[in-house]
Protein backbone atom coordinates (compact mmCIF):
# COMPACT_ATOMS: atom_id res chain seq x y z
CA UNK A 1 0.00 0.00 0.00
CA UNK A 2 1.52 3.87 -0.75
CA UNK A 3 2.05 5.78 1.97
CA UNK A 4 0.56 9.46 2.56
CA UNK A 5 1.74 12.46 0.54
CA UNK A 6 2.73 15.62 1.98
CA UNK A 7 -0.16 17.44 1.07
CA UNK A 8 -2.37 15.00 3.63
CA UNK A 9 0.35 14.70 6.20
CA UNK A 10 3.26 17.54 7.64
CA UNK A 11 5.93 14.63 7.70
CA UNK A 12 8.70 17.39 9.73
CA UNK A 13 6.04 17.50 12.57
CA UNK A 14 7.05 14.96 14.43
CA UNK A 15 10.79 15.91 14.21
CA UNK A 16 9.75 19.30 15.14
CA UNK A 17 7.25 18.77 18.08
CA UNK A 18 9.85 16.22 19.18
CA UNK A 19 12.23 18.77 19.57
CA UNK A 20 10.08 21.62 20.64
CA UNK A 21 8.60 19.82 23.64
CA UNK A 22 11.69 18.29 24.97
CA UNK A 23 14.26 22.25 24.58
CA UNK A 24 16.44 20.61 22.29
CA UNK A 25 18.93 21.97 20.22
CA UNK A 26 17.86 21.87 16.38
CA UNK A 27 17.42 18.21 15.17
CA UNK A 28 19.43 17.84 11.97
CA UNK A 29 18.50 14.13 11.76
CA UNK A 30 18.15 10.84 13.28
CA UNK A 31 21.34 8.11 13.76
CA UNK A 32 20.67 4.53 13.13
CA UNK A 33 22.34 1.45 13.36
CA UNK A 34 21.81 -1.76 11.96
CA UNK A 35 18.58 -3.60 13.20
CA UNK A 36 17.34 -0.38 14.24
CA UNK A 37 15.37 0.12 10.58
CA UNK A 38 12.01 -0.93 9.16
CA UNK A 39 12.10 -4.98 8.36
CA UNK A 40 15.80 -5.16 9.59
CA UNK A 41 16.29 -8.58 10.80
CA UNK A 42 19.01 -8.18 13.42
CA UNK A 43 19.15 -6.95 17.19
CA UNK A 44 20.68 -3.69 17.02
CA UNK A 45 22.29 -4.55 20.81
CA UNK A 46 23.21 -7.51 20.30
CA UNK A 47 23.90 -8.11 16.26
CA UNK A 48 24.83 -11.53 16.56
CA UNK A 49 21.42 -12.42 17.30
CA UNK A 50 18.74 -12.71 14.86
CA UNK A 51 14.97 -10.93 15.66
CA UNK A 52 12.01 -13.22 16.12
CA UNK A 53 10.49 -11.09 13.03
CA UNK A 54 11.40 -8.87 10.77
CA UNK A 55 11.66 -5.02 12.86
CA UNK A 56 7.41 -3.94 12.96
CA UNK A 57 9.21 -0.58 12.90
CA UNK A 58 11.88 2.23 13.49
CA UNK A 59 14.21 2.16 17.21
CA UNK A 60 14.60 5.88 17.08
CA UNK A 61 17.63 5.58 19.93
CA UNK A 62 19.97 8.61 18.64
CA UNK A 63 20.35 12.13 16.91
CA UNK A 64 21.94 15.09 15.47
CA UNK A 65 22.26 18.45 17.04
CA UNK A 66 22.90 21.28 15.10
CA UNK A 67 26.46 21.45 15.45
CA UNK A 68 26.28 17.34 13.87
CA UNK A 69 27.23 15.99 17.34
CA UNK A 70 25.31 12.73 18.08
CA UNK A 71 23.67 12.37 20.86
CA UNK A 72 20.58 9.41 22.48
CA UNK A 73 16.90 10.33 23.82
CA UNK A 74 17.29 9.42 27.36
CA UNK A 75 14.47 7.87 29.27
CA UNK A 76 11.58 10.79 30.29
CA UNK A 77 12.04 11.69 26.85
CA UNK A 78 8.25 13.42 25.90
CA UNK A 79 6.94 11.68 23.00
CA UNK A 80 4.53 13.85 20.90
CA UNK A 81 1.82 12.50 18.29
CA UNK A 82 2.65 12.24 15.03
CA UNK A 83 -0.78 13.65 14.17
CA UNK A 84 -4.21 14.17 15.28
CA UNK A 85 -5.93 10.88 16.50
CA UNK A 86 -7.72 9.15 18.96
CA UNK A 87 -6.27 7.00 21.98
CA UNK A 88 -8.14 3.51 21.19
CA UNK A 89 -5.54 0.60 22.62
CA UNK A 90 -2.41 -0.36 25.10
CA UNK A 91 -0.34 -2.67 26.58
CA UNK A 92 3.05 -3.45 28.49
CA UNK A 93 6.00 -5.03 26.48
CA UNK A 94 9.02 -5.47 27.35
CA UNK A 95 10.60 -2.20 28.29
CA UNK A 96 7.50 -0.51 29.04
CA UNK A 97 3.90 0.29 27.77
CA UNK A 98 3.02 0.75 24.02
CA UNK A 99 0.30 2.81 22.65
CA UNK A 100 -1.85 2.60 19.70
CA UNK A 101 -3.49 6.07 18.00
CA UNK A 102 -6.40 5.89 15.33
CA UNK A 103 -5.70 8.35 12.12
CA UNK A 104 -9.73 8.51 10.97
CA UNK A 105 -8.54 11.32 8.99
CA UNK A 106 -6.56 8.57 7.09
CA UNK A 107 -8.47 5.74 5.30
CA UNK A 108 -7.38 3.08 2.29
CA UNK A 109 -9.03 0.41 1.23
CA UNK A 110 -11.30 -0.24 4.15
CA UNK A 111 -8.27 -0.01 6.27
CA UNK A 112 -7.66 3.33 8.52
CA UNK A 113 -4.00 4.53 9.41
CA UNK A 114 -2.76 4.05 12.99
CA UNK A 115 0.38 4.99 14.78
CA UNK A 116 1.84 2.74 17.17
CA UNK A 117 4.66 4.41 20.05
CA UNK A 118 6.02 1.79 22.07
CA UNK A 119 8.45 1.31 25.46
CA UNK A 120 7.15 4.40 26.92
CA UNK A 121 5.20 5.35 30.25
CA UNK A 122 1.81 6.79 28.89
CA UNK A 123 0.89 9.81 30.18
CA UNK A 124 -1.51 9.14 32.87
CA UNK A 125 -3.79 12.16 31.92
CA UNK A 126 -3.75 11.80 28.41
CA UNK A 127 -7.31 12.94 26.69
CA UNK A 128 -8.74 10.40 24.01
CA UNK A 129 -8.16 12.49 21.74
CA UNK A 130 -4.84 13.96 20.78
CA UNK A 131 -3.43 15.92 18.34
CA UNK A 132 0.25 16.38 16.99
CA UNK A 133 1.14 18.42 19.51
CA UNK A 134 0.03 16.23 22.65
CA UNK A 135 2.62 14.73 25.24
CA UNK A 136 1.63 10.74 24.61
CA UNK A 137 3.67 9.78 27.50
CA UNK A 138 7.74 9.38 27.81
CA UNK A 139 10.71 7.06 26.90
CA UNK A 140 10.63 4.21 29.88
CA UNK A 141 13.09 3.60 32.18
CA UNK A 142 14.83 0.08 31.52
CA UNK A 143 16.29 -1.95 34.42
CA UNK A 144 20.09 -1.92 34.89
CA UNK A 145 20.25 -5.40 33.81
CA UNK A 146 18.21 -4.83 30.46
CA UNK A 147 20.06 -5.47 27.71
CA UNK A 148 18.33 -3.40 26.03
CA UNK A 149 18.94 0.34 26.10
CA UNK A 150 15.89 3.20 26.52
CA UNK A 151 14.45 3.83 22.96
CA UNK A 152 11.10 5.01 21.37
CA UNK A 153 9.59 2.15 18.82
CA UNK A 154 7.74 3.63 16.31
CA UNK A 155 5.09 1.53 14.29
CA UNK A 156 2.43 2.68 11.27
CA UNK A 157 0.34 0.31 10.14
CA UNK A 158 -2.92 0.16 7.89
CA UNK A 159 -5.52 -1.89 10.02
CA UNK A 160 -8.74 -3.33 8.65
CA UNK A 161 -11.68 -1.53 10.01
CA UNK A 162 -13.71 -4.64 11.36
CA UNK A 163 -10.16 -6.03 13.61
CA UNK A 164 -11.13 -5.47 17.28
CA UNK A 165 -8.11 -3.37 17.95
CA UNK A 166 -7.62 -4.93 22.05
CA UNK A 167 -6.96 -7.97 20.15
CA UNK A 168 -3.27 -7.24 19.30
CA UNK A 169 -0.22 -7.22 20.64
CA UNK A 170 3.55 -7.59 19.96
CA UNK A 171 2.78 -11.48 19.70
CA UNK A 172 0.91 -11.64 16.70
CA UNK A 173 0.79 -7.83 14.97
CA UNK A 174 3.68 -8.92 12.54
CA UNK A 175 1.52 -11.87 10.86
CA UNK A 176 -1.64 -10.85 11.13
CA UNK A 177 -3.80 -10.37 7.95
CA UNK A 178 -5.81 -7.76 8.80
CA UNK A 179 -2.58 -5.50 9.31
CA UNK A 180 -0.24 -3.68 6.68
CA UNK A 181 2.68 -2.60 8.55
CA UNK A 182 4.29 -0.10 7.21
CA UNK A 183 7.94 2.17 7.03
CA UNK A 184 7.67 4.72 9.91
CA UNK A 185 10.34 6.87 7.78
CA UNK A 186 8.07 7.65 5.07
CA UNK A 187 5.82 9.55 8.06
CA UNK A 188 8.55 11.23 9.70
CA UNK A 189 10.83 12.41 6.49
CA UNK A 190 9.53 15.68 4.43
CA UNK A 191 12.01 17.44 3.01
CA UNK A 192 15.37 16.91 1.52
CA UNK A 193 16.85 18.69 3.82
CA UNK A 194 16.00 16.15 6.64
CA UNK A 195 16.60 13.63 4.24
CA UNK A 196 20.47 14.30 3.91
CA UNK A 197 20.92 13.92 7.24
CA UNK A 198 19.74 10.28 8.33
CA UNK A 199 22.62 8.59 8.90
CA UNK A 200 23.32 4.09 8.37
CA UNK A 201 25.70 2.92 10.89
CA UNK A 202 27.36 0.10 10.26
Known sequence: MSFLTNSQLDKDSFLRSLQDCNNLDTL???????????SDSCQWWNKTKKRLHPHEGVDLVYYLNNTGKQHFFPPGTLIPAITDGIVVHDHQDFLGQTLYIQHEQFQQNSKTLYSLYAHIAINDKLP???????????????????????????????IDNLLKINTINWNNIADHESICLLDPMNF????PQRMQHFLVCK
Open 28 to 38: QGWVFHDGMHF
Open 128 to 158: ERVTKHSHLGVIAEVSDSSPVPPHLHLSMAW
Open 188 to 191: ITGS
